[in-house]
T-cell receptor, first 116, second 115 residues
Framework: AQSVTQPDIHITVSEGASLELRCNYS??????LFWYVQSPGQGLQLLLK????DTLVQGIKGFEAEFKRSQSSFNLRKPSVHWSDAAEYFC??????????????WGLGTSLAVNP | NAGVMQNPRHLVRRRGQEARLRCSPM?????VYWYRQLPEEGLKFMVY????????ESGMPKERFSAEFPKEGPSILRIQQVVRGDSAAYFC?????????????FGQGTRLTVV
């Protein structure tokens, strides 16, 4: 069955520290991969996406993610976290060959807290 | 250019009542998607609409739920005879096209509470 796993429900880091949020997926076809962020009271905002090509993807707000097919992973990273990065982060996977390619499969999210 | 607007932000309904959730897409966007986020669960796709057409409703519960996106006005997600299990956050997204290289923008969601 298709699934997305975000192993860490909650992560706390200190401001200025590096960050890695894990995402593993199970998908039979070649996937589209996404990371979204949801700040309190806000809608979901796209951080970055992977379709094909370079497996290291750069996104907004200084985030990047690396697609590793052999590990079925798409981990999100940031070298230095800012207090404003505190939010909920969602990984999602979509089919490349589906008629409706917004029919994403979502992880449960990782809640990030940032200590000053 | 305003973003995707959802209203109301919070909606409380008694069991058996109807809930109507509205989504106004971004200007120029003709594709709308609805998702539901149940407590302790991830977002789940519900329905994909283009103007006046339902393209994919495979994620919609078979009964009590319906969606429309008329030629004029917002997209409406309608839940009839609500039950406690309908309590969730409902998110709408819009995009100018279907292709994955066109970003879908999300609204802030409507949080439905059934009492």
């Amino acid at each position: 069955a298709q699934s997305v796993t975000q192993p860490d429900i909650h992560i706390t880091v200190s401001e200025g520290a590096s960050l890695e949020l894990r995402c593993n997926y199970s998908y039979g076809a070649t996937p589209y991969l996404f990371w979204y962020v949801q700040s309190p009271g806000q809608g979901l905002q796209l951080l970055l996406k992977y379709f094909s090509g370079d497996t290291l993807v750069q996104g907004i707000k200084g985030f990047e993610a690396e697609f590793k097919r052999s590990q079925s992973s798409f981990n999100l990273r940031k070298p230095s976290v800012h207090w404003s990065d505190a939010a909920e982060y969602f990984c999602a996977v979509g089919a490349t060959n589906a008629g409706n390619n917004r029919k994403l499969i979502w992880g449960l999210g990782t809640s990030l807290a940032v200590n000053p | 250019n305003a973003g995707v607007m959802q209203n109301p932000r919070h909606l409380v309904r008694r069991r058996g009542q109807e809930a109507r959730l509205r989504c106004s897409p971004m200007k120029g966007h003709s594709h709308v998607y609805w998702y539901r986020q149940l407590p302790e669960e991830g977002l789940k796709f519900m329905v994909y609409l283009q103007k006046e057409n339902i393209i994919d409703e495979s994620g919609m519960p078979k009964e009590r739920f319906s969606a429309e996106f008329p030629k004029e006005g917002p997209s409406i997600l309608r839940i009839q005879q609500v039950v406690r299990g309908d309590s969730a956050a409902y998110f709408c997204a819009s995009s100018p096209g279907q292709g994955m290289n066109t970003e879908a923008f999300f609204g802030q969601g409507t949080r439905l509470t059934v009492v």
